[in-house]
């Protein structure tokens, strides 16, 4: 390597690289990727003038991140470059060659986190039209009819305690991201078909079970059994979508938005802290936001 950058650079370089090998143990893939990464870095700092890893500081990091932008690297694999960079860093910081981390204040761009389609009125009343009579068919109904009934999350559902529902008032308990406990409500098909399972929970779970939802040896239901029976479901019942817990609750933020127009109440039935994740959730523009607001607000209308 010290044939191909200065030494000021290399040297420290070199020290890492036997620091992850030697200490940190980490595979030989990570130990390359690390390379890879610091490699490129160093060869645009020499590039732009830095004469030596104690020369860089916040704003050096920062040239480097928009360089990295402007040659079209993905957020990830800039995110990817900044971390391995904060790790050299700390190494060097911990060896008494730096005094500071000047990576540590800069943040590589937003990762997009593409949202799945909702699936559409239509395609969910095909979905939910099971009407098998076996104690695992109505349990897959009553789960698939609360999450879209209710807009749960996975892992909400999966927690839930039989304890936890109020079926004749319509209530369910759930603790949210953060341990955070909601009310939810429910009706209709959901409420039906939730005592339909209530009445054959028995002849599945084990006595002691307290979880709402059990699989066929009478424990709680797991993530991936959930998943799957969502998918094969989807299959079975011949509606194009792919069929996953996530999209049902999509469908039911996206639904209940298109007919009510009311974000705030959306908001609270999905459990989410801030307006802004409803928002970009269901695909809601800013623009009709806006009109909202100006329609709405009394201090926004014209005179």
Known sequence: MSDVLPVQFSKHL????????????????????????????????????????????????RQVTSKGMREGLKASSLSTRLSSLRSFFDFLV?????????????SAPRKSRPLPKNIDVDEMGQLLEVNEDDPLSIRDRAIMELMYGAGLRLAELVSIDVRDIQLRQGELRVIGKGDKERKVPFSGQAKEW?????????????????GLFVSKLGV??????????????GLKQGVNSHISPHKLRHSFATHMLESSGNLRAVQELLGHEN?????IYTHLDFQHLAQAYDQAHPRAKKK
């Open 14 to 61: 070199d020290a890492f690289y036997e620091f992850l090998r030697n200490e940190k143990g980490l595979s030989i893939y990570t130990q390359r990727n690390y390379k890879r990464q610091l490699t490129t870095i160093a060869e645009q700092l020499v590039e732009l003038g830095v004469e030596s890893w104690q020369d860089v500081d916040a704003g050096w990091v």
């Open 94 to 106: 911990l060896r008494n060659v730096l005094t500071a981390n000047p990576a540590k204040g800069v």
């Open 194 to 210: 939730l005592g339909h399972w209530l009445r054959v929970r028995n002849q599945l779970a084990k006595p002691e079970e307290k």
């Open 220 to 233: 709680r239901i797991s993530h991936r059994n959930v998943q799957k029976r969502m998918a094969e479901w």
């Open 275 to 279: 307006i802004s994740t409803t928002q």
